[in-house]
């Protein structure tokens, strides 16, 4: 079977993909993701009755380990791009469109990034990448 070529979606996968094709700096693509809205997938709530619905207002977004140990939260260009990869994951079925900014302010240090995880058109985010781009949110350089 031949695999498909990625059409992106939204404004989102358009930098993404013009990024990974050298068409748009990293850094460039940074600022540009500092913009965007993304699809954090978050844990349901059990016996609600209501698929996706949460009755706590705290939210448990999805955090993976890889084998040394380092937390990485785990994000999606859009809600369509995450359902093979949350298929593998129980208890993580719906989730929500959030500010990329918003999310990276409320993060820990140490925390890596891995949006779009298990597909080819992805990029993953470094501790220490997610720390600048903190530094820049608290300087005010990148409006949420």
Do not use: C, H
């Not at 844990?43 to 706590?56: P, R, S, Y």
């Not at 469109?97 to 990276?104: P, R, T, Y």
């Amino acid at each position: 079977m031949q695999e498909q070529a990625f059409e992106p979606k939204n404004e989102l996968e358009k930098k993404l993909l013009a990024a990974m094709e050298g068409e748009l700096s990293s850094e460039d693509f940074m600022r540009e993701l500092m913009a965007q809205q993304i699809f954090i997938p978050i844990k349901d709530d059990k016996d609600v009755g209501i698929q996706g619905f949460q009755l706590t207002t705290k939210a448990t977004p999805l955090v993976i380990q890889d084998d040394d140990g380092m937390n990485i939260l785990v994000l999606f260009t859009s809600p369509d791009r995450s359902q093979d990869f949350l298929a593998g994951v129980p208890g993580y079925s719906g989730g929500l469109l959030a500010d990329f900014s918003w999310i990276v302010e409320r993060m820990e240090p140490g925390f890596a990034i891995s949006v779009n995880p298990g597909l080819d058109v992805g990029i993953d985010v470094e501790p220490e990448i997610v720390s600048q781009m903190l530094e820049l949110l608290a300087a005010g350089s990148v409006k949420n």
